[in-house]
């Protein structure tokens, strides 16, 4: 029997998990919700269905879903998954308490310390007062506020002044409301980033190519962070020996963590690293999959998604098998993104010449009356394979001339530190 699927989300994450789902023969009909403007050619968007828990939950046990893929990791922390597994729908995402590992950066660091797995040293703070006399002995912090802030909770501060105005920004100010009431100063790490993405389940975990985002605005990683202007996979930043540390020091205590603390967690499991000299240590953790970093990977994934789907909830390992390929998935976003951008803008995609290993993923597009809209920050993304990264890199730039909306851009130089590494 055809699995029958449902894709919480609507950005380009969903829109190439929707594709990849469409590449299966064992998948019937794919649903998502809210959707967006280009997943309409991949699933069924169910029309007035607001974002909400409870609706989908209620959509999902009406359809009769086989399998539900949760994206984006507020409706995880919200107990979406919990309350789709208490109807007998399998999901791929974890319980609430499991994505406190995201939900809460105090829990996820604590719970590091607790099963000792590398990560910057931090304290916690729930008052302003004590926050700022602690930093009048640092000089370079990264503070974060503990809860959720779409990814905008992240202050990276090279002198005292900052690390100040961002702990007034956060506490006193209350920019991110609650979940500004407890914040993590902890150390400045140096090295290079990589994202490990593991297919989680209570008894194995199966790891997935190692990719890099891109999360500046602008070329060289300059201008203000954003939520992932790029990616490509797999990654050189991260080698055999480093993929193995990774297992031993930051996955295996992970699971154990987990099932210590009585967690049954299926699901994706996001790990954020910093590496220096060949030692991973973990920034953070998401509990879904990353974005852009998805769109960078899926395309290279030989494996069926729906034996994805089913392993994890049988909590059985999988054997995951990758195009000898690499893959470069570059941003098309609004002008002005990450700060204030107009929506609204016409979209024009010119089909032909776009080269063969090209995929088109949507994210932030609507679709009214059969034209193209921008609707968001990040809009589209252009992913594109090669035998390795300047053959995928050429592609994925010559896709893109033939896209076109007012005010588009992105960065040039989505995998430059790749080349690098390659001369
Ligand atoms: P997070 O959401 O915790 O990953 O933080 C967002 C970004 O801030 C990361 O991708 C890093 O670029 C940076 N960052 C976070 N923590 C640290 C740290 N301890 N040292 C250096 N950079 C960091
Ligand atoms: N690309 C970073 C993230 O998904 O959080």
Not at 126 to 144: N, P, Q, T
């Amino acid at each position: 029997m055809k699995k029958k699927v449902l894709v919480i989300g609507g950005g380009g994450r969903e829109d190439a998990i929707a594709w990849k789902l469409g590449s299966s023969e064992k998948a019937g009909s794919v649903y998502s919700i809210p959707g967006n403007g280009g997943m309409a050619r991949r699933a069924l968007i169910p029309e007035n269905i607001p974002f909400s828990n409870e609706r989908v939950i209620r959509f999902a046990e009406e359809k009769k879903i086989d399998f539900a893929v949760v994206g984006p990791e507020q409706p995880l922390v919200e107990g979406l998954a919990d309350g789709l597994r208490a109807c007998g729908i399998s999901v791929l995402g974890p319980c609430a308490r499991g994505a406190m590992l995201e939900g809460s950066k105090v829990f996820a660091k604590n719970f590091m310390k607790k099963y000792n797995i590398p990560t910057a040293s931090f304290e916690v703070f729930s008052e302003a007062d004590d926050a700022l006399d602690f930093l009048k002995s640092k000089e370079s912090v990264v503070i974060k506020a503990d809860g959720l802030c779409a990814g905008k909770g992240v202050y990276v501060c090279r002198a005292r002044e900052e690390a100040f105005s961002a702990v007034k920004e956060i506490m006193q100010e209350k920019k991110f409301a609650g979940a500004g009431s407890r914040i993590i100063i902890e150390d400045m790490l140096r090295g290079e980033e990589a994202s490990i993405i593991v297919l989680m389940s209570p008894g194995s975990y199966s790891v997935m190519l190692p990719s890099q985002d891109h999360k500046a605005a602008f070329e060289s990683d300059k201008g203000p962070n954003t939520g992932g202007m790029g990616a490509y996979a797999p990654t050189g930043a991260v080698d055999s020996e480093i993929l193995k540390k990774v297992e031993k020091k930051i996955i295996e205590p992970v699971a154990e963590g987990l099932k210590s603390e009585g967690i049954d967690y299926r699901g994706v499991l996001y790990i954020g690293l910093m590496i220096h000299d060949g030692d991973p240590m973990v920034l953070e953790f998401n509990v879904r999959f990353g974005d852009p970093e998805t769109e960078a990977m899926l395309p290279l994934l030989k494996t069926d998604f729906i034996d994805i789907l089913s392993a994890v909830e049988n909590d059985e390992k999988i054997d995951l098998k990758w195009e000898d390929l690499v893959c470069v998935d570059v941003v098309l976003a609004s002008g002005g993104y990450p700060g204030k951008y107009e929506k609204g803008k016409k979209i024009k995609i010119t089909r032909e010449n776009i080269p063969d290993g090209v995929q088109i993923f949507h994210a932030g597009t609507e679709l009214k009356n059969g034209q193209l809209y921008t609707s968001g920050g990040r809009v589209l993304n252009v992913a594109a394979c090669g035998r390795d990264i300047i053959q995928a890199r050429n592609k994925a730039y010559e896709a893109i001339e033939k896209i076109s909306f007012e005010n588009m851009y992105y960065r040039k130089d989505i995998g430059y530190r790749e080349l690098e590494r390659r001369r």
